[in-house]
């Protein structure tokens, strides 16, 4: 090894200024407010004002005991159990029967992209017309197939599920084109040397695609568990958070503290929680797909 070579690979601490912006940004972006919030969480702080007092886990402590905390957060896991295998599942479905040339499959792949991008009062409202009592489309298409009104957004049963399919509708797009991107990526030649052999289709894609879409499998699940924890907008929008509290998410809890009951520390304590839930959800997801799948 020539000496120049060693002289590049040899550490400087001028090189650490290539990295000094990004290592910067990341600590005034990130790391400062999570460590400013998790200060805050500690103290009992009022929006309205800069006096605080420390209460250390106090906050912590009375979350432990609030019962409608405990509603809100088995209403956002439930939501996420719910809606994140649809999405997998249906994106998938949507993303294999669209991945193939044509016009028609552009202007599906389109349709269903479009849609994720409009603006979430948009989706309520139209939805929420849709949704309407006796008036509304879902009501006129439940009667002429003599089927009973259901009450899809006042049901203490039936909202919470109404809300998810509501929201895989509106953003099924983005998971669909991962999956399309994921598709693509599988060399054609695989294909082709499973037609030579007559393969069924159903052993082509349990043994060839899915496999293939491991690790797309994977980042769509995490991508959907990380958004669908943060629900909120479509929830405010539709139900605010009834019937009976069965829908209010634990965003949801920590807006209505913050920025109603001005209780600015409370609020923060219930976002490091859901933080630390996120985490969980995520961890287990990661360890699951590793126990499965063995190391990659």
């Not at 088995?74 to 993303?95: D, G, H, K, Q, Y």
């Not at 017309?129 to 197939?145: S, Y």
């Not at 490091?272 to 126990?291: F, P």
């Amino acid at each position: 090894m020539s000496a120049a070579t060693v002289g590049l690979r040899a550490p400087r601490p001028a090189y650490a200024f290539f990295v000094l912006p990004f290592v910067a940004i990341y600590a005034l972006l990130l790391l400062w407010p999570l460590a400013k919030g998790v200060w805050i969480s500690f103290h009992d702080h009022d929006l309205l004002s800069d006096d605080s007092l420390w209460v250390g886990l106090g906050n912590y402590r009375e979350l432990l005991n609030d019962e409608v905390f405990h509603q809100v957060v088995w209403n956002t896991i439930r939501f996420v159990a719910i809606s994140t295998p649809i999405f997998v599942v249906l994106s998938l479905a949507l993303a294999l029967a669209l991945n193939r040339p044509g016009r028609l499959a552009a202007l599906l792949r389109a349709t269903f992209f479009c849609a994720s991008v409009f603006s979430v009062t948009l989706i309520t409202l139209v939805w929420k017309l849709a949704l309407m009592p006796e008036r509304g489309l879902v009501a006129q298409l439940f009667a002429a197939l003599g089927i009973p009104e259901l009450p899809l957004l006042t049901s203490d049963n039936l909202a919470l599920l109404t809300i998810a399919l509501v929201t895989v509708w509106w953003i099924i797009g983005l998971p669909m084109i991962l999956f399309l991107s994921a598709l693509q990526q599988i060399p054609s030649d695989i294909y082709e040397a499973a037609a030579l052999d007559n393969t069924p289709r159903w052993r082509v894609l349990t043994h060839i695609t899915l496999p293939s879409l491991k690790r797309a499998i994977v980042l769509v699940a995490l991508i959907e568990v990380i958004r669908e924890f943060q629900v909120f907008p479509q929830i405010m929008l539709m139900t605010n958070g009834g019937p009976n509290n069965t829908t209010r998410s634990i965003v949801q809890f920590i807006y209505e503290q913050a920025f109603m009951q001005l209780s600015l520390g409370y609020a923060t304590a219930a976002s490091q929680v859901l933080l630390a839930i996120m985490l969980v959800g995520v961890s287990a997801q990661l360890w699951l797909e590793r126990d499965k799948g063995g190391q990659r």
